[in-house]
């Protein structure tokens, strides 16, 4: 007996294994050069992942790199002061992503010999790793095929399959669905990466490149499908200072002379809302 037209899942049409493949060679061709994407160290796609949560992967890239400069272990940043990891965190705002990595990293360490969990469930455990992430790294480091669903993969699954997107927990279940059963079983975290590349920079909020789009094939609303609109943001511009205090007196006497004198040291923290 055949399945009526409206009780097909969302995913019936797509052809999984051409889809797969189609993507996977796209992303080869086209990946952007990103600093994490040379390595499948735990700890550096961990960092990675914490810092792309709320900040576009440009800017992530040159903090990427100073910070693993400076803590280029688990370790390393388990043993630095706060106040030094925030200063480090300067320019990517949101600091309560680099209090939870810190917090993570002295637990690591103390608890688990300085080895991060393997599995996505396990990593969910620690402070500040939730679905997207812990799926990131265990995805991308230990190949377990577990699908990464944030922004941008949910629009690229709702625009694949017409899905609505929505705040309700049922439309997100069901995109999740579908991004689970499309993930691919021996490249999962390539998978997971070229998903996120395609939402990033072909399947944009508004007017997609279809033309451009390497699964277009499979697409059954070709960009014409309204996706929700974006939650307000308040944007920060946080930064962080290793802050010299320095304290001026001004000295009696022939003319007005100033002498700089170094009171303390401490962290400055200059939050400006836009
Ligand atoms: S065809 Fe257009 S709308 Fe569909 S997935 Fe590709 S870019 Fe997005």
């Given at each position: 007996?055949?399945?009526?037209?409206?009780?097909?899942?969302?995913?019936?049409h797509?052809?999984?294994?051409?889809?797969?493949?189609?993507?996977?060679?796209?992303?080869?061709?086209?990946?952007?050069?990103?600093?994490w994407?040379?390595?499948?160290?735990?700890?550096?796609v961990?960092?990675?992942?914490?810092?792309l949560?709320q900040?576009?992967?440009?800017?992530?890239a040159?903090?990427?790199?100073?910070?693993?400069?400076?803590?280029?272990?688990?370790?390393?940043?388990?043993?630095?002061?706060e106040?030094?990891?925030?200063a480090?965190?300067s320019?990517?705002?949101?600091?309560?992503?680099?209090?939870?990595?810190?917090k993570?990293?002295?637990?690591i360490?103390?608890?688990?010999?300085?080895?991060?969990?393997?599995?996505?469930?396990e990593?969910?455990r620690?402070?500040?790793?939730?679905?997207?992430?812990?799926?990131?790294?265990?995805?991308?480091?230990?190949?377990?095929?577990?699908?990464v669903?944030?922004?941008?993969?949910?629009?690229v699954?709702a625009?694949?399959?017409g899905?609505?997107?929505?705040?309700?927990?049922?439309?997100?279940r069901?995109?999740?669905?579908?991004?689970?059963e499309?993930?691919?079983?021996?490249?999962?975290?390539?998978?997971?990466?070229?998903?996120?590349?395609?939402?990033?920079?072909?399947?944009?909020?508004?007017?997609?490149?279809?033309?451009?789009?390497p699964?277009?094939?499979h697409?059954?609303?070709?960009?014409?499908?309204?996706?929700?609109?974006?939650?307000?943001?308040?944007?920060?511009?946080?930064?962080?200072a290793?802050?010299?205090?320095?304290?001026?007196?001004?000295?009696?006497?022939?003319?007005?002379?100033?002498?700089?004198?170094?009171?303390?040291?401490?962290?400055?923290?200059?939050?400006?809302?836009?």
């Amino acid at each position: 007996m055949k399945t009526p037209a409206a009780e097909m899942p969302a995913s019936a049409h797509l052809d999984r294994v051409k889809l797969r493949a189609e993507l996977l060679k796209w992303y080869m061709q086209h990946k952007r050069d990103l600093p994490w994407r040379d390595t499948n160290d735990a700890y550096c796609v961990w960092v990675s992942e914490i810092m792309l949560q709320q900040t576009r992967a440009s800017v992530v890239a040159d903090h990427y790199r100073v910070f693993i400069q400076r803590f280029p272990t688990v370790k390393a940043l388990a043993e630095a002061h706060e106040q030094e990891v925030l200063a480090r965190w300067s320019g990517l705002g949101y600091y309560n992503r680099a209090r939870n990595l810190h917090k993570a990293a002295k637990f690591i360490v103390a608890e688990l010999k300085g080895v991060l969990p393997k599995s996505a469930a396990e990593l969910r455990r620690l402070p500040g790793i939730g679905s997207y992430t812990s799926a990131a790294i265990a995805s991308i480091v230990h190949n377990e095929p577990v699908a990464v669903v944030d922004g941008n993969v949910e629009r690229v699954i709702a625009r694949l399959t017409g899905l609505e997107v929505d705040k309700k927990s049922k439309s997100k279940r069901a995109i999740e669905a579908v991004a689970q059963e499309l993930v691919e079983r021996r490249e999962p975290g390539d998978f997971n990466q070229a998903m996120m590349e395609l939402g990033a920079t072909v399947c944009v909020p508004r007017n997609p490149p279809c033309r451009n789009c390497p699964i277009a094939s499979h697409c059954v609303t070709r960009g014409e499908h309204k996706t929700a609109p974006r939650a307000a943001m308040t944007s920060m511009d946080v930064s962080y200072a290793l802050a010299t205090r320095l304290r001026y007196e001004l000295k009696k006497g022939k003319g007005k002379r100033w002498r700089r004198r170094i009171a303390a040291g401490g962290a400055a923290d200059t939050t400006r809302g836009r």
